[in-house]
């Protein structure tokens, strides 16, 4: 049985949106194609029968909207990162603030550095990707917490990606959707394995909520590998967010 979610904890991108992290090669953000570009997600969220909490931005992390690297949810509690990028360590309070009138917290401390982006479920288990962002100490931290809470954990090598859900995410209890360079990791043979082409990899995020997924607009061969599935997908635009890297897990944290 898969875990059903109820709400979505979303932040509004700010005015200063262009002021995040992102490769100038991208080029700029649009602020009101991505404020529209939020809504449209937000209001795929609610079509999948969540209620959607939307905290306002705040200036100081043009990041902001990226919540899923603030927090890890699992069984009841939130397990609070401590974010691999320097400008990014401050967005964790207001979201631990609101994350602890729901659920019981638990922090990832330094010198660990942990980002949700790494941080994978498929059923009760947790891959943890190392990358530039999730340190050594903050996989073993997020390991103990996860135990303590009765789920188990692995690392994956993910350098040379983001995050480890810039190159897989869960679809379903047996399904992930990869690039190629995990397809070939042993530690997801075990899992049916949807893998993107290479000039679609950015569909390798989607995001997948109740019985839904969430994926980008601009990927028809992925879509058409969901569809063929017997997958609902909800194709969308996130292209403003995709030139700081963010895609489809990142704008929510699923409850
Ligand atoms: C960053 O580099 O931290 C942001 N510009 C993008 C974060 C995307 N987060 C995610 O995929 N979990």
Known sequence: MEKRYSAALVRLPGPNLAQGIGD?????????????????????????????IKLSYDQRYPDGCFV?????IVNGSAIVTNPGHP???????????????????????????????????????FFIGLTDRTNVDGASQLTALLNELGATASTVDASGLLHLKSG?????????????????????????????????????????????????????????????LGMRVVPLHLSEFRKLNGLFTCLSLLL
Not at 68 to 72: F, N
């Open 168 to 228: 897989v995410t869960c679809i379903d209890q047996d399904t992930v959707i990869c690039v190629d360079q995990f397809s070939r990791e042993k530690c997801f043979s075990h899992l049916r394995q949807i893998v993107v082409p290479r000039e679609e990899a950015h569909a390798a995020n989607c995001l997948s909520v109740n019985d839904t997924i969430l994926a980008p607009a601009d990927c028809p061969i992925a879509q058409a590998k969901l569809q063929r």
């Open 24 to 52: 100038s090669n991208a080029g700029q953000p649009d602020y009101e194609l991505a404020c529209e570009q939020h809504k449209q997600y937000c209001a795929a969220l609610e079509s999948c029968g969540l209620e959607v």
């Open 87 to 125: 400008s990014r360590k401050g967005e964790i309070e207001e979201i631990a603030k609101v994350l602890g009138t729901k659920l019981s917290l638990h922090y990832i401390k330094a010198p660990g550095t942990l980002d949700g982006g790494d941080v994978l479920r498929v059923n009760n288990h």
């Open 68 to 72: 899923e690297d603030t927090a890890v």
